[in-house]
């Protein structure tokens, strides 16, 4: 097994968890603590639901991203056409990084009550 697999495999596991923290947070309606800053007590969130309905559907889509990704480098769909496997993977990062922005506002917006 190459350590491409297994990064491949341990993307499509970080994919599986975020779905589930994406679902557990909406059926509980508590925050999970990995998506607060460390140290943060979530007893003094502001608006800890407007948290929850607006992550909820950016971290389910960035889990299913993160799933789909990996599988698709584990299966090695694109191994034949490398740019393209080349563009998923900044595509990725792309994606990731537009994630812990839109985190960073919610929790400045919703959870410390700064606009």
């Known amino acids: 097994m190459s350590f491409g697999m ?5 993307i499509m596991a970080c994919g599986v968890y975020m779905v589930y923290w994406a679902v ?9 603590a990995m998506l607060v800053g460390k140290g943060f007590p979530v007893s003094r969130a502001k608006d800890p639901e407007g948290f929850i309905r607006y992550t909820f559907p950016f971290t389910f889509a960035t889990g299913a991203i993160l ?4 599988l698709v480098g ?3 769909l694109f191994s ?4 393209a496997e080349t563009l ?3 595509a990725l990062v792309a994606v990731l990084i537009g994630y812990g922005m839109m985190l960073m506002k919610a929790q ?3 959870l410390v009550g700064i606009k």
């Open 24 to 32: 557990q947070m909406r059926s509980t309606n508590e925050i999970p």
């Open 80 to 83: 034949t056409y490398p740019p």
């Open 6 to 10: 297994i990064l491949d495999l341990l």
């Open 88 to 90: 998923m993977r900044i």
């Open 74 to 76: 584990a299966l090695g």
């Open 108 to 110: 400045k917006k919703y």
């Open 67 to 70: 799933f789909a990704a990996g």
